[in-house]
């Protein structure tokens, strides 16, 4: 079975600083991994995803995120945090060798803050 | 507007009643999703559809659940006899089935409050 694990509730952050919000799955496949984010009363906007090729995916609002196989984790980070990026972080999964669906599994979600 | 809409943004409505939700997904995808979202939770999948055709339903789906998808663009999720457990967002997502590899785009989503 499919599932994803967002091991922290919260991560506060200083602006200017990097930040890592975490993500490690479980497939019994190679995975394919997202990373949503969810302003409040929002519905989800797609920040990245990882296919295959480069470990390092780059995608919106300066975010990127390092698929890690042995680790079994999908990181996302972004090299200086805006408070502006305050909001809830959701990563995801779907099983690529499961063809029989196409669903995708959210992790719990992770709230970032930013402080000035 | 390109993006998947939903309708309602909201809905309160009492215990016992139906209710229904519509969404209409980008207009060149043929898959779309109906995700369930508890405070403090992730998206939960409830179901989705290629075209008109169901072809998952997550067990979070009581009977009381349908949706439909009949000409394989819009589709609507009712609740009937809801209760106050029902309370939650309601988000329609889809994706184009062109490449296995596709994010999906979710709407706003429909928040509903049984009371």
């Known amino acids: 079975a499919q599932s994803v694990a967002q091991p922290e509730d919260q991560v506060n952050v200083a602006e200017g600083n990097p930040l890592t919000v975490k993500c490690t799955y479980s497939v019994s496949g190679n995975p394919y991994l997202f990373w949503y984010v969810q302003y409040p009363n929002r519905g989800l906007q797609f920040l990245l995803k990882?296919?295959?090729?480069?470990?390092l995916v780059k995608g919106s609002y300066g975010f990127e995120a390092e698929f890690n196989k042995s680790q079994t984790s999908f990181h996302l980070k972004k090299p200086s945090a805006l408070v502006s990026d305050s909001a809830l972080y959701f990563c995801a999964v779907r099983d690529i060798r499961d063809s029989g669906t196409y669903k995708y599994i959210f992790g719990t979600g992770t709230r970032l803050k930013v402080l000035a | 507007d390109t993006g998947v809409s939903q309708n309602p943004r909201h809905k309160i409505t009492k215990r016992g009643q139906n209710v229904t939700f519509r969404c209409d997904p980008i207009?060149?995808?043929?898959?779309l999703y109906w995700y369930r979202q508890t405070l403090g939770q992730g998206p939960e999948f409830l179901t989705y559809f290629q075209n008109e055709a169901q072809l998952e339903k997550s067990r979070l789906l009581s009977d009381r659940f349908s949706a439909e998808r009949p000409k394989g663009s819009f589709s609507t999720l009712e609740i009937q006899r809801t209760e106050q457990g029902d309370s939650a967002m309601y988000l329609c997502?889809?994706?184009?089935?062109?490449?296995?590899?596709?994010?999906?785009?979710f709407g706003q989503g429909t928040r509903l409050t049984v009371v």
């Open positions: 990882y296919i295959t090729g480069d470990n």
């Open positions: 207009s060149e995808h043929n898959r």
């Open positions: 997502a889809s994706s184009f089935r062109g490449q296995l590899n596709t994010e999906a785009f």
